[in-house]
């Protein structure tokens, strides 16, 4: 593998966040001697396919980077770089880390759907994100060297659907407060690793940035 020092990092954000949340492991990386990319977009304004295809334009314009280019996407950011990349790759592809992804879906959104309010809160690509999403079904496998980061943690204040899963409905179900456990694994994965942390400020963890660090240097996690 190419030394950090010539490895650009594309960071792709969540639903209803921005590039700040991502800050911490962007500092990280650069620490490591990676180049950054924060990839900014409306989460909250289009559906998934129209965000994957704004993402893919955005891949275009990637095809002049020197060396591998990585990336580190949280949950919906996730379902982007796998959504993009099916169609757009980099010329030089190296390894992926998605944090907290519901690739398979997440029955949070069918609980949502008894609370209106919060449903137009987080937008239409919400919609596109249930077990029974056939955008997701429609995604290939995971490319070569792609690790999964999951949750465990089930509540945190400022988390709307940890309210809904771990009060309201009570789930019993493995989750990080809003994907369950088992949403986020892929068969074809490279690497999984399960933390005690939660869904929303999964990013800015200590352990996971150690995780992402690591699964991008050695192409597996620390154990």
Do not use: K
């Not at 334009?57 to 280019?69: A, K, N, V």
């Not at 690790?147 to 019993?172: D, E, K, Q």
């Not at 150690?210 to 240097?217: E, G, N, S, Y």
């Amino acid at each position: 593998m190419t030394p950090a020092s010539a490895a650009l990092v594309v960071l792709v954000h969540g639903l209803g966040r921005t590039p700040l949340s991502l800050w911490r492991i962007e500092r990280a990386l650069g620490r490591a001697g990676y180049r950054t990319r924060a990839y900014a977009y409306a989460s909250r304004r289009h559906g998934l396919d129209e965000l994957a295809r704004q993402f893919r334009t955005f891949l275009g314009g990637l095809h002049g980077e020197p060396g591998p280019i990585h990336f580190v996407g949280h949950s919906l950011g996730a379902i982007l770089i796998r959504a993009g990349l099916t169609e757009v790759s980099p010329r030089a592809l190296g390894r992926i880390v998605l944090l907290a992804p519901p690739n398979r879906g997440t029955g949070v959104v069918a609980r949502l759907a008894r609370a209106p309010w919060l449903m137009w809160r987080m937008g239409p690509a919400v919609r596109d994100l249930g077990p029974s999403s056939p955008i997701l079904r429609a995604l290939p496998p995971a490319p070569p060297s792609t690790g999964i980061v999951a949750g465990t943690s089930r509540f945190h204040p400022l988390t709307p659907a940890s309210w809904v899963n771990h009060v309201w409905f009570r789930i019993a179900e493995e989750h990080d407060g809003t994907v369950e456990l088992a949403s986020t694994r892929l068969e074809d994965a490279a690497d999984f690793i399960a933390l005690p942390v939660g869904h929303t400020f999964m990013p800015s963890q200590p352990a996971v940035i150690r995780q992402v660090l690591a699964f991008l240097r050695e192409g597996r996690f620390e154990r």
